[in-house]
């Protein structure tokens, strides 16, 4: 009886002990068929990237293309079947490797390629009725290929790339010139072709995974290697910050050629904190950290599979929580920034899948499972915001800074920078960079967010009393009829008739928001009234 009760106990030791956390019960949803996008012509190039690039306007993905490189850049609630002869982005000579929106202006976004260029594109605010050929700039340095770039963090304007010359190259587009010969700096630490690149969360260190298997963390304004990896029984393929919590994140495979992940202490890369074999399968696997609820999502490339666990600062380290399961294999995946995510349905992450053997993206949520419909401000602390914390110049010449933080709360003024990072300055100069090029009443209403609804309102207004009348007639629901002509097909005409509920929906809020603002002043007067009749 009592070997019993000790193999009893002994058992039980091996259970793992309970452990409270608000999103234990997070699951993934699959958008329906209606909200996906059909028909459209992914790449089928094996280079291991993303593929897709999203913010809260659009969503571009590289296509197939013959005689060269392009991508697609298509508004983000255009859903349902794309016209195969939608117009493209297609000024590279080469496939293209990988694309990235600017974090800042979500009209501008960088693209490289095969044919050793980098290229930053401007998306014009209003539907594209042709092919885009021409940049806004060119960056040519790179003697091959280039197959990585990433926008830095906080600081304006500074681009990465990264080429199979082994060069990391930094590039400041404040520059005037059409065509950057010049980079300000070039990291020349690895001996073979960079995999990834990721920051920390102020931009200045940089991590990187190299084909020759070592992880090394770069200072990179000195162009030094701070600490270098060479875990022999972890064969790295990406790396990812997980900047507030002061580690790393890597995924590879092991001795055996099964899928491994590893988990590292910034401070000292000798040995993981943690290694764990996942599988024995051959694809890829894209680590994806969310620092706002410390959850890390490894999405493989070539199964339908998405894992998910919490990050703790103390051991495990590492919880598992669950796995969302598809029969349709992705080939590459999108994210969507904070910002663009749909806070009423307690979404706190949103993939956009990659499945090409069925020309489809399919957006997939990822949801807090909650009864109540209103705001739930713990799981949607301040987050990461539209605005840069440092021009270019501050960045080169030294200064370190965190991203600017915004409140996600609808009607918060989400875009406007909590005050303690802000100076007084003019409303202008603390609106997001892609309000400061004026878009004239051209933009989709529905495109724009919710928390920029009321300031966006009053500079339309603005600039509709500028105009002459005859300009204001060509004006209708946020397009100019000229640059974009009326609807020729059902399919367009219900887009547009969707667009227009959607501005009658938010002109409504924006009239109850104006009438609960009313009252509150209303309430204040009659108490200042009353406080000064008291004396």
Request: net charge neutral; glycine share 6%; with cysteine.
């Amino acid at each position: 009886m009592s070997w019993g009760v000790v193999f009893l106990l002994s058992q039980m030791s091996w259970h793992p002990q309970y452990r409270s956390s608000k999103f234990r019960h997070v699951y993934g949803k699959a958008a329906s068929k209606e909200k996906c996008y059909d028909c459209v012509p992914i790449t089928r190039n094996v280079h291991d990237n993303h593929f897709c690039a999203v913010n809260p306007h659009f969503i571009a993905v590289v296509t197939e293309c013959a005689g060269g490189g392009a991508f697609l850049v298509i508004p983000i609630h255009q859903t349902g079947k794309l016209d195969p002869h939608y117009p493209k982005i297609c000024g590279h000579k080469g496939n293209v490797l990988d694309i990235k929106w600017n974090p800042f202006n979500d009209f501008v976004i960088a693209s490289c390629s095969e044919d050793a260029t980098v290229k930053i594109w401007d998306i014009p605010k209003h539907l594209l009725t042709r092919n885009i050929t021409i940049p806004k700039k060119e960056l040519l340095g790179h003697a091959r290929r280039v197959g990585l770039i990433e926008w830095h963090p906080t600081a304006n304007n500074i681009l990465f790339s990264s080429g199979y010359d082994y060069k990391i190259m930094i590039w400041n587009l404040d520059s005037k010139d059409a065509v950057i010969s010049n980079p300000v700096k070039i990291l020349d630490a690895h001996k073979d072709v960079v995999l990834s690149m990721s920051f920390n969360t102020d931009g200045s260190l940089l991590a990187t995974a190299c084909r020759d298997r070592k992880i090394r963390l770069i200072d990179p304004r000195a162009g030094t290697v701070l600490q270098e990896a060479s875990y022999k029984s972890h064969r790295v393929n990406k790396v990812l910050f997980l900047g507030n919590v002061k580690k790393l994140f890597s995924t590879g495979t092991s001795r055996w050629n099964n899928r491994q992940i590893a988990l590292w202490d910034q401070n000292d890369l000798s040995v993981p904190l943690l290694e764990e074999d996942l599988d024995g399968s051959s694809g890829l696997l894209f680590p994806f950290y969310d620092s706002d609820t410390h959850m890390l999502y490894v999405v493989g490339k070539g199964d339908g599979n998405i894992r998910y666990y919490e990050i703790s600062p103390e051991k495990p380290y590492l919880n598992y929580l669950m796995e969302y399961r598809s029969h349709l294999p992705q080939k590459g995946i999108g994210m969507m920034p904070k910002r663009g995510l749909e806070v009423s349905a307690c979404e706190i992450f949103r993939f956009y899948k990659l499945i090409p053997t069925k020309s489809l993206i399919e957006p997939i949520s990822m949801i807090v499972p909650r009864r109540s419909e209103s705001y739930q401000e713990d799981i949607y602390p301040l987050t990461t915001g539209a605005q840069p914390a440092l021009t270019a110049q501050e960045w080169l010449n030294g200064v370190n800074k965190g991203p600017l933080l915004v409140s996600l709360r609808p009607g918060s003024g989400a875009m406007n920078s909590i005050p303690q990072f802000l100076e007084p300055q003019p409303l202008m100069k603390t609106t997001d960079l892609s309000q400061q090029q004026g878009w004239g009443g051209r933009m989709p209403l529905e495109d724009v967010q919710k928390p920029r609804e009321i300031e966006d309102s009053r500079k339309q207004l603005k600039v509709e009393e500028k105009l002459p009348k005859n300009e204001q007639m060509r004006l209708s629901n946020g397009f100019d009829i000229f640059e974009c002509p009326p609807p020729k097909t059902e399919n367009e005409l219900l887009q547009m008739f969707y667009r227009q509920q959607e501005e009658i929906r938010r002109l409504r809020e924006l009239v109850n928001q104006r009438d609960v603002q009313i009252k509150q002043l209303e309430l204040e007067l009659r108490n200042l009234c009353t406080d000064a009749g008291s004396y």
